[in-house]
């Protein structure tokens, strides 16, 4: 098992530009999420999904988009990018919701917005 | 509303010393709590958990927790430091409301460096 894929690993935007942030899980997990790290803050949560074609908002949605198209994928879209959206993306997945099942993390998406 | 507190954002010791690494937490509903090492231009990796089970939880690498209670907390120790134990770690909690919403949240993490 692969775990949780997420491409690119490094990404330079200027700002306005859009892109699409890459998740990929082989576990089966139908649950999988998408946080932001910045610096002495933890992790906040932008958006997750709950299985195919479900999708909600988290702590820090704006600026931000998602899909889940199958269950193995969840990409999150920022559409116009701002130097506030400069951060550590992690994806991350779980079995199910209830509160024993751990969340399994990808390496992350380091992006710079300039 | 529930919460996590780390109470060090750095911990430092040496080489072959007992870790301390502190998490205090609240919540109305019965918890579930972990923790989780990041190093250095990783994710984050899962060392333990406890979800109701018994108090005293052994995770990988030598770490180990106790969920006391009466004093809400969820402290990682590891008898003997080594140099690869150097990270960030962060206590996470997870309940279910009455409502069946579930809520995870994360400590601010705890940078541990070790000497050598």
């Known amino acids: 098992n692969a775990g949780v894929t997420q491409t690119p690993k490094f990404r330079i935007l200027k700002i306005g530009q859009s892109m699409t942030l890459q998740c990929a899980q082989d576990m089966n997990h139908n649950y999988m999420y998408w946080y932001r790290q910045d610096p002495g803050m933890g992790l906040k949560l932008i958006y997750y999904s709950v299985g195919a074609g479900i999708t909600d908002k988290g702590e820090v949605p704006n600026g931000y988009n998602v899909s889940r198209s199958t269950t193995e994928d969840f990409p999150l879209r920022l559409e116009l990018a701002a130097p506030s959206q400069t951060s550590v993306y992690f994806c991350?997945?779980?079995?199910?919701?209830?509160?024993?099942?751990?969340?399994?993390f990808g390496n992350g998406t380091r992006l710079t917005v300039t | 509303a529930q919460s996590v507190t780390q109470l060090d954002s750095h911990v430092s010791v040496s080489e072959g010393t007992p870790v301390l690494l502190r998490c205090n937490y609240s919540?109305?509903?019965?918890?579930?709590l972990f923790w989780y090492v990041q190093h250095p231009n990783k994710g984050l990796q899962l060392l333990l958990k406890?979800?109701?089970?018994?108090?005293l939880v052994k995770g990988i690498n030598g770490f180990e927790a106790e969920f006391k209670k009466s004093e809400t907390s969820f402290h990682l120790t590891k008898p003997s430091a080594h140099m690869s134990d150097a990270a960030e770690y962060f206590c996470?909690?997870?309940?279910?409301?009455?409502?069946?919403?579930?809520?995870?949240?994360f400590g601010s993490g705890t940078q541990l460096t070790v000497l050598p």
């Open positions: 996470v909690v997870i309940t279910i409301s009455s409502g069946s919403a579930r809520q995870l949240t």
């Open positions: 406890y979800t109701s089970a018994a108090t």
């Open positions: 919540s109305s509903y019965s918890p579930s």
């Open positions: 991350a997945s779980s079995y199910e919701g209830g509160r024993g099942s751990p969340l399994h």
